[in-house]
């Protein structure tokens, strides 16, 4: 022995290392470890004897591992000498020098610590059978006590990057060498492949030793060995030579361990292995793998019996299996005693066992697998637990898709910096999207985020926002459930009520779990409310949403939604809506992840999907290629991959490397018992003949479908049946009244085959392909007849009102009978039926904003509709047609809502029955850029039904409408009643719809809507549609002067929000307000109520108000001061919302704006207008008007006198047609009119320039009287410029001088800049203008 004081290593030779190593092992601290009872085996460890102490220290990791390492090293050693031509001799005193190095700093050697590997120690079998040390003295001791054990293999396998950092550690404390004058030599002249061969023997011998514990072989095995050895250092003597040495070694058989060292026949049918001590009588493997024998016509057994040449052979056999049979009585691993057993197979390249090494770098590389993931390569295969549970054949388990992996884990990280927001994973089906998607989310989890899942379904696809919903609803159940998340629950739950207030209610309609988090304090609104796109709403609150549970939990949240070739359009424009229109005041932390099967013949995506897989970055998954299908299988069966090679090659042409594929085969090849397990060898074998020649389908679906037709027939039905439901089925549901009851009984049967799963009560087919295949063992046409027929039944549990509490069975129910379609009808009673329990189902969809789904509910029951069903059932036609028509509006499908619309108007009986379609009628005008036909089509149905809107002069009405309001306090309109009267709140809804229209294009006639409004409200009661009314009338009145009394109305109009009921036109009446608010209050201080204005319109569903609501925070923010860089953001997002909204009009004015603040900045970027951008901005007046300002504006700023005057011409052309209302516009817009025309007065020295500058100047100063706050500097700076145009430059220098003065005072930004003279002035403008 010899230390190293430089490197602090001893070096010792191998002999004294494992004594060494084996008297380090604590065995007291082993005993402690497992908990083993000192009476069973004596006080004190010292009392056990020698065989158990020994075995029990072979088989501790303390030991074994450390073993492990010291043959890898000398595996390593060889092979990396091969590569340069050299080889230690031949020789059984390899062992003899062999040195090994020992880190002095480690102190005890331990290859593998207690988080990475569970105990190998051998006391496993003392704990389970119960041996007492005091018997080891009687016969049979030992073979009775190995024979029983079997290792725990239980244990976490870390990462290969842990694993390799680990073990590359670990590598430094321990290494083993040949002694480095044994490879002075190179390869004899033998032929190098049979040298490698006998290299690998004798590197096992020396690998017996090490894991036997020093032992050396039985004596006739040494001395054979010794014999051989003599025989290939003559290998050059003649073949006379040759044959009498051969003859010599025949005279003594006994010195002959090994079949191939005797010049006598061979019984090559016989397997040359150690193993061949079993008898005769047993079964054993075949040698080639590909034969099975039937003896003396018993039955077929999977494996042969023994055979045996002669007597002679068999006394062979036994003397080969001593040493190996020394080992596993020590308790060691069998695969570990295989691999022994295969290196010593070795001795003849011809001979050698099927299972023989053929190279040294397989050796090497078995052993670095047994050190990597000793869970799989080195313990034994738990036999009791496989014949208790099955076989598990990896099908939740993913291999070969690292790379893909990192890509979405990539994508992941950069969606936290805002870069990247989704991937997509596509491809055929089995390939493992689903599993790649899971192991993602188990690094998103590790990672401290909140992950997300949920599936879309083929049959499930009638319910609202489906997968999306009932996903973020499971969250909501863990937040109810899971008591360590409480205080996440309580921040949820308060977070929502301040953001969304009222508007939560709309989320408990499609999250059941949220309404228990809001407990009490849940708002209840009027069912009946008009939302304006009720389905952008709920995309808006499931947003808010999102980022409340984020801000909540401090994490990202991932969604992932498998199965997105399934998926409804609501759930695809949520996901859009989460993505990419998250508004200019979103902070949330968002990922998405789907999966969705490749495009083919019999699989289509909708556009939407197209449109969302487009984004982010895209992973397309292939079958694994043979070597990546190689390593499932060798880990799956716990081989080396060099064992499995025949097998995975044959199940790779079957297969094409179809993962699904592969699992059911293997679960097929082992229910038929050609992969099976052996007992005696405790591993797996197979037939590789018998397997190569079973004929199998190209497709996966194809040979499912012929699997489920060997199970039994009750057990299809029962698959079949819970097929029609879906993916996944509640057993409850399952085994309900009006289904089969012995379902449950057969789909446990189906459970134990691995094609469905049982998780928590629920059964889930274990593949969206298995579904598919039970649910196409049935025709066609018979299965619409059964889809009806369990509709029907279903619909008996639908008893009583609580729709809230049996909405997943009414929509199951519905669906059922959509799926059998009026064809599967065979009583024309259930005709009605069908319809009813669709409108049911219907309306339930619309209270949970999904009006796609709610259609298709609606359409489906006019389609179970007969012939005069408007004689025989007149009020079910009329609602399902009246809903359809307003689902149609809107889905924006305006084809099919005419129709709907001539029908109802056709067929109607009564006028009252037709206002809702009409109604309808004239949203879609209006829509459709024909607003002068929508209003003369509202006007007139108001007419029909005696509400006359224009009368007397508009002086006379403002003059009523006073007289009327002075009759009641502001309590007393806040607290008046509900309006109650069909036909009075469809006709505010039509007066609501006119009020807009009419601010547009008619102006002078908004009185007397606004008039209407209050008047019908203060008769009937309040509807939805009378803040509008009060909103309009304030500003209406500021408009001409009395901001104070204009101010009083808008403030009464935001209270009423909250007292109708109803805040669905909100955002519409907090744009109105607060734009007369504007002249009132500080400018600063009016921002936010555009945010409040934003969120009221996108929580409604209305895009038009919240672009509105959004030009208007812009135009407020660059008025008040906003940095323009900050303004370009602004400007952006807004640009953005438009394009994503297909708002085409604001979008052309958006640009507008972006282009004015680019050019401020210095960039001069000219925005790119769509073909439709074009038009608008050549016919639209409004959008006219507005670019004529802005690029008067900006020429005024750069001094470009002739463009000013060009363009401030047009826009005065426009002034005719200016709003009838108030807006902050009106005051910007006048203050820089003013300032050009003062400058062009200077300059043409015309009279018409001055007088439109001293309007600009009396209006400014008007409104400082009821907001100096806001405009008092500016009235000061045209009070300037008038002065300066009437060459009065003292009085100029006072004006500027207060201007300046009055800017500091009420904090206006950048106060001593001359907005006349700087480019940097505030510029603002609004969709308006």
């Known amino acids: 022995m010899s230390s190293n004081s430089n490197s602090e290593e001893t070096i010792i030779l191998l002999s004294d290392w494992i004594r060494r190593a084996l ?12 908990n083993v009872s000192s009476t069973a085996y004596g006080t004190e460890s010292s009392q056990w004897t020698a065989t158990i102490r020994k075995s029990m220290a072979l088989c501790s990791n303390d030991y074994l591992i450390p073993a492990l390492q010291v043959a890898y090293s000398l595996a390593n050693q060889i092979c990396k000498e091969e590569e340069t031509g050299k080889s ?33 120690d051998s006391l496993a079998f003392l704990d389970s059978l119960g041996f007492d040390p005091s018997d080891a003295g009687k016969d049979n001791f030992a073979d009775n006590l190995f024979e029983s054990i079997i290792h725990d293999h239980d244990g976490t396998t870390v990462s290969e990057e842990e694993r390799d950092q680990g073990i590359e550690e670990d590598r430094g404390y321990i290494k083993a060498e040949f002694a480095p004058f044994m490879f002075n030599t190179n390869d004899d002249d033998n032929g190098p492949g049979r040298d490698a061969m006998q290299r690998i023997y004798f590197l096992g011998l020396v690998f017996y030793v090490i894991f036997s514990g020093g032992e050396r072989p039985t004596a006739h095995f040494h001395t054979a060995s010794k014999v051989v050895e003599q025989k290939l250092s003559r290998s050059s003597k003649s073949d006379t030579e040759t044959e009498e040495l051969s003859q010599d070694l025949s005279e003594d058989s006994d010195l002959l361990p090994f079949a191939f060292d005797q010049p006598s026949p061979i019984d090559l049918t016989g397997e040359l292995s150690i193993f061949d001590s079993v008898g005769d009588d047993e079964y054993v493997h075949d040698p080639l793998g590909e034969y099975t024998f039937d003896v003396d016509g018993a039955p077929q057994h999977p494996n042969p019996k023994r055979r045996h040449s002669s007597q002679q052979n068999r006394n062979i056999s036994n003397s080969c299996s001593v040493p190996m049979e020394s080992l596993r009585e020590k308790g060691l691993p069998s695969p570990l005693c295989d691999l022994v057993a295969n290196m010593l197979e070795c001795t003849n390249a011809t001979l050698s066992g099927k299972d023989s090494y053929q190279s040294m770098s397989d050796v090497r590389s078995d052993l670095r697998l047994m050190l990597d993931n000793p869970n799989t390569f080195l313990r034994d295969l738990d036999m009791t637990k496989l014949s208790t549970t099955g076989s598990q054949f990896m099908e939740k388990t993913m291999f070969g898709r690292n790379v893909e992996l990192s890509s979405i884990k990539d994508a992941y990280r950069q969606s936290m910096s805002g870069e990247c927001w989704l991937a997509t994973i596509s491809g055929t089906s089995g390939t493992g999207k689903s599993l790649l998607a899971n192991e993602f989310g188990k690094f998103v989890l590790a990672d401290g985020g909140i992950f997300l899942s949920g599936k879309f379904d083929q049959l499930q696809q009638g319910k609202p926002f489906s997968a999306l919903a009932s996903t973020l609803d499971q969250y909501c159940g863990i937040l109810l459930h899971n008591e360590a998340m409480a205080s996440t629950k309580d921040k949820v739950a308060f977070q929502l009520r301040s953001v969304l207030g009222k508007e939560s209610y709309h989320l408990t309609k499609i999250l059941p779990n949220l309404a228990t988090i809001l407990g009490s304090a849940l708002p ?48 695809i424009a949520a996901v859009n809506q989460l993505l990419f229109a998250a508004g200019p005041f979103s902070h949330r932390n968002f990922f998405f992840l789907g999966c969705a099967r490749e495009k083919d013949s019999a699989t289509k995506w909708s556009p939407c999907v197209d449109i969302l897989v487009a984004g982010g970055i895209h992973v397309k998954l292939d079958c694994m290629d043979e070597h990546t299908l190689n390593t499932m299988v060798s880990e799956t069966l716990c081989l080396s991959p060099r064992l499995t090679r025949t097998l995975s090659n044959v199940i790779y042409h079957k297969t094409k490397g ?16 050609l992969l099976r397990l052996s007992l005696s060898r405790r591993r797996w074998e197979w037939d590789t003949k018998k397997i190569r020649s079973r004929t199998l389908p190209d497709d996966v679906a194809i040979f499912l479908t012929d699997s489920l037709g060997e199970l039994p027939d009750k057990v299809q039905w029962a698959l079949f049946i819970l097929s029609c439901f ?39 087919f274990a593949h969206d392909r298995i579904q598919e295949a039970a649910y196409n063992t049935i025709p066609g046409h018979r299965r619409c007849i059964i889809h009806f027929k369990y509709g029907l039944e279903l619909s008996s549990l639908l008893i009583g009102d609580e729709e809230d509490a049996i909405a997943s069975v009414l929509f199951t129910a519905v669906n059922q009978l959509n799926l059998g379609g009026p064809p599967a009808v065979q009583d024309e009673s259930h005709n009605v039926t069908a319809a009813r329990l669709n409108l049911r189902a219907g309306k339930k969809a619309m209270e949970m904003s999904d009006y796609e789904t709610a259609y298709s509910y609606f359409d489906s029951g006019i389609s179970f509709l007969r012939k005069k069903h408007w004689q025989e059932h007149y009020a079910l036609s009329v609602e399902l047609f009246s809903l359809a028509a307003k689902c149609a509006l809107t889905n924006g499908d305006h084809t099919s809502l005419k129709f709907l619309i001539a029908e109802v108007v056709a067929k109607a009986h009564f006028f009252e029955d037709k206002l809702d379609v009409l109604f309808f009628e004239t949203c879609v005008l209006a829509y459709s850029y024909k607003l002068a036909e929508s209003l003369e089509k509202g006007l007139d149905i108001l007419s029909k039904l005696g509400i006359e809107v224009q009368g007397a002069s508009v002086e006379a009405r403002v003059q009523e409408t006073k007289d009327l309001l002075s009759a009641h306090t502001d309590d007393e309109i806040l607290n008046s009643k509900q309006m109650a009267d069909a036909t009075m709140i469809i006709a505010m809804k039509f007066l609501g719809k006119l009020e807009v229209g009419m601010a547009q294009i008619m102006p002078k006639s908004v009185p007397y809507v606004t008039f209407k409004i209050i008047e019908l409200s203060l008769t009937h009661g309040m509807s939805p549609a009378s803040p509008i009314g009060f909103a309009y009338y304030g500003s209406y009145l500021a408009k001409q002067g009395n901001t104070n009394e204009g101010y009083h109305y808008v403030k009464l109009a935001l209270s009423l929000l909250d007292k109708v009921g109803s805040r669905e036109n909100a955002g519409e009446v907090i744009f109105v307000c607060t734009q007369v608010k504007s002249y009132v209050e500080p400018l600063q201080a009016t921002l936010e109520y555009h945010h409040e204005g934003y969120a009221a319109a996108m929580a409604s569903g209305d895009s038009s108000l919240a672009v509105v609501n959004m030009f208007a925070f812009n135009a407020s923010s660059f008025f008040a001061g906003t940095n323009l860089q900050r303004m370009q953001g602004l400007c952006d997002n807004t640009v953005e919302l438009c394009e994503q909204r297909q708002q085409s009009i604001f979008m052309v004015q958006a640009q507008q704006v972006q282009r004015t603040v680019s050019k401020l900045i210095g960039k001069g970027e000219e925005p790119q207008y769509s073909a439709e951008g074009r038009d608008i901005l050549a016919s639209n007046s409004s959008v006219l008007r507005s670019y004529h300002y802005q690029t008067a504006y900006v020429s005024f700023i750069f001094r470009s006198y002739d463009d000013t005057i060009e363009n401030i011409e047009k826009y005065f052309a426009f002034q005719e047609n200016t709003w009838g209302i108030l807006f902050l516009a009106h005051a910007v817009h006048a203050f820089h009119t003013g300032l050009i025309s003062f400058w062009a007065a200077r300059k043409s020295k015309e009279q018409r320039w001055y007088q439109r500058g001293n309007q600009s100047k009396l209006a400014l100063r008007r409104w400082a009287e009821s907001s100096q706050w806001t405009f008092e500097n500016k009235w000061y700076l045209l009070e300037a410029e008038e002065s300066f145009c009437n060459n009065d430059v003292k009085a100029a220098k006072t004006y500027y001088e207060k201007a300046i003065t009055s800017a500091k005072l009420h904090k206006v930004r950048r106060p001593q800049q001359s907005i006349a003279l700087n480019a940097s002035i505030h510029i603002v403008t609004t969709l308006f203008f």
């Open 524 to 571: 209840v609104l009027n069912h009946s409310e008009d939302c304006i796109n009720a389905q952008k709403r709920v995309q808006y609150l499931l947003c808010q949403f999102v980022e409340v549970i984020s801000s909540s939990s401090s994490a990202p949240i991932t969604l992932f939604l498998d199965d997105l070739q399934w998926a409804d359009a609501a759930s």
């Open 658 to 673: 179809n993962p699904l594929f592969v699992c059911r085969l293997m679960r097929s090849l082992n229910k038929e018992g």
């Open 88 to 120: 230690p001799p031949l020789s059984v005193d390899w062992v003899d020098n062999i040195v090994v190095y020992i880190n002095n700093q480690v102190g005890r050697v331990s290859m593998c610590d207690s988080d990475r590997c569970d105990s190998l």
């Open 23 to 34: 008297a380090g092992v604590d065995l007291s601290a082993l005993a402690g470890e497992r």
């Open 726 to 764: 879906g993916a996944s089925s509640e057993s409850a549901f399952v085994g309900s009244k009006g289904l089969d009851r012995n379902i449950l009984k057969n789909l446990e049967i189906a459970v134990a085959e691995g094609l469905v799963d049982k998780i928590d009560d629920q059964y889930r």
